[in-house]
Each structure stands twice: as structure tokens, then as C-alpha cells.
């Protein structure tokens, strides 16, 4: 497993899944349910302080685990972490797993 942070295009379905995905000039597509976690942010670091009131995405990215596999070519199933920063409305890939193919 690979952990890094790279920028990443993510479609959207109007509930906020993710739909495709397009990364290093590929586009993939989903092949099971996105799963979605929050994981809190070191907002201590990033920012001097949080304004009273804030909403959700100042102190924890949305996270999403995505199964992809390319829309042309390989039939490899990619085993994904992809973060959603609300206030940039940025997609971040930060988690790259083994194949799913080679642990079936």
C-alpha cells in the first residue's frame, strides 16, 4: 500500500458519490459502492483557529474507499483513498491499496 497525496478529478452524482474517476490522463469507473468515513484534520496546524459556527469540513476531509477499474484497457480492480476538502472542493488521492485482483 502507497500513501501520498496527489490532486484528483472525482464526478459526483448529485447526492455527493462519487461516480468516475480520471487520474494521470486515465479514466476509471466505480465496480462496488464507494465506502465514506471523516477523519479529523490537524487544524491545529493548518489553520490559527476555527471560526464559532463553522460547518462540517473545517475539522474533518470526507473520505471516500473507491474500487476502480480503467474504462479502456486493464481490467484491474484499484483499490482507492480518495479525501474531499469542502472548502477548496478539492479531491485528493492520499491512499493507492495492493490490487484487489492480486489478493482474490
Do not use: C
Not at 12 to 34: C, H, I
Not at 54 to 62: L, N
Amino acid at each position: 500500500m502507497g500513501m501520498f497525496t496527489e490532486s484528483i478529478e472525482v464526478a459526483r452524482a448529485a447526492n455527493g458519490m462519487p461516480l468516475r474517476v480520471s487520474w494521470q490522463g486515465q479514466d476509471y469507473r466505480l465496480v462496488a459502492e464507494p465506502q465514506r468515513w471523516f477523519e479529523r484534520r490537524k487544524w491545529w496546524d493548518e489553520n490559527l483557529r476555527i471560526p464559532r459556527g463553522a460547518g462540517a469540513g473545517i475539522a474533518d476531509y470526507e473520505m471516500w474507499r473507491l474500487q476502480l477499474v480503467a474504462v479502456r484497457g486493464s481490467s484491474q480492480v484499484h483499490s482507492v483513498d480518495v479525501s474531499f476538502d469542502a472548502q477548496t472542493e478539492r479531491w485528493r488521492l492520499v491512499r493507492v491499496h495492493d490490487s484487489l485482483a492480486r489478493s482474490a
